[in-house]
């Protein structure tokens, strides 16, 4: 089974409240890591779009591709946030849940 690479920096990180999504999808910490890219907030929730202005830290998963389902779930893929695979500051290439305006 083929994992895929999810970098998140909301509510999906461990200890925050939608923790149990990334649970259900089976995912697996990694480690830390960061990225380039600007905070937002969408009705009261943490949001990023892709202008790099400020360096956003988070977390990084490894998820089964065919549980990827249930992250675009919560996310509302691809109307409410949409997922785009980047490169992260350590190299790393991940998905990251960006919000669609």
């Keep these: ?12 990180r461990r200890r925050e ?3 149990h999504w990334m649970e259900s999808a089976n995912g697996t910490f990694v480690g ?10 969408n009705f009261g929730l943490p949001a ?5 202005k400020e360096e956003i830290h988070g977390e990084l998963f490894s998820v089964p591709e065919d549980k990827m389902w249930r992250l675009d ?11 785009e695979k ?3 500051q350590s ?3 991940a998905w990251v849940y960006f919000l669609n305006r």
């Design 91 to 93: 190299g790393t290439e």
């Design 1 to 12: 089974m083929s994992r895929e690479n999810v970098f998140v920096y909301g509510t999906l």
């Design 17 to 19: 409240y939608n923790h």
């Design 73 to 83: 779930l919560l996310e509302g893929h691809p109307n409410f946030y949409r997922r």
């Design 32 to 41: 830390e890591d960061a990225l380039l890219a600007k905070r937002v907030e």
């Design 48 to 52: 990023i779009i892709a202008e790099p």
């Design 86 to 88: 980047v490169p992260l």
